[in-house]
Each structure stands twice: as structure tokens, then as C-alpha cells.
Nanobody, 114 residues
């Protein structure tokens, strides 16, 4: 079983930046991929970015060129650097890990508003 703890959310003005962190613990050796999902108010949860243990990355079209996912294996942590934030990026961001089963963090709120 994998436990995930997110941090780094907050309120930022349009055009600003935030970096989210997701620290993994437990059966981390079994993780094949990790990612970030976002759930905007009244909408379904959607994939924002993902990274495999081999370092391959994938992004939603809406964030390409603005967001970057990375990992620090020594710290068992995945990061999501979010630049040029827009109001439509507002939502709760969830970290997830695929290790046979899916594990989810508790979520961190991102609000983009002037």
C-alpha cells in the first residue's frame, strides 16, 4: 500500500506560479507511475500530468508548455511546477500512484484569481 501526502497549493493571481509536492511512503518499490489530477468545481476529475518510473511524461493539452512534472527519487517525491496559471486552473489537485492498485492523496486546493 502506498500513502501520498500533497502540499503546495494556495491562492495565486493569474500569470503566477505554484509548485505542488507529493511525498510517497509505504510500498514505493511497487509504484509504476505517478500523476496529478485536478477537479474543478462541478466538473469531473481530469488528468493534468503523469510520469512513469522510467521518466516518461504526459500532459493534458490545456497545460502543455505551462506545467512540468518531475520526480526526486531520493526523496520519494513528485513535483508539479505550474507556471502562467489561469483562472481555469482552479480546483483541487490530487496526487495519485499506480502500483497495481491506485492510491490517492487527500488533495490540495489551487485557486487562481485576481
Amino acid at each position: 500500500q502506498v500513502q501520498l501526502v500533497e502540499s503546495g497549493g494556495g491562492l495565486v493571481q493569474p500569470g503566477g506560479s505554484l509548485r505542488l509536492s507529493c511525498a510517497a511512503s509505504g510500498s514505493i518499490f511497487s509504484i509504476a507511475a505517478m500523476g496529478w489530477y485536478r477537479q474543478a468545481p462541478g466538473k469531473q476529475r481530469e488528468l493534468v500530468a503523469a510520469i512513469t518510473t522510467g521518466g516518461s511524461t504526459d500532459y493534458a493539452d490545456s497545460v502543455k508548455g505551462r506545467f512540468s512534472i518531475s520526480e526526486d527519487n531520493a526523496k520519494n517525491t513528485v513535483y508539479l511546477q505550474m507556471n502562467s496559471l489561469k483562472p481555469e486552473d482552479t480546483g483541487v489537485c490530487y496526487c495519485c500512484a499506480q502500483s497495481g492498485a491506485w492510491s490517492w492523496g487527500q488533495g490540495t486546493q489551487v485557486a487562481v484569481s485576481s
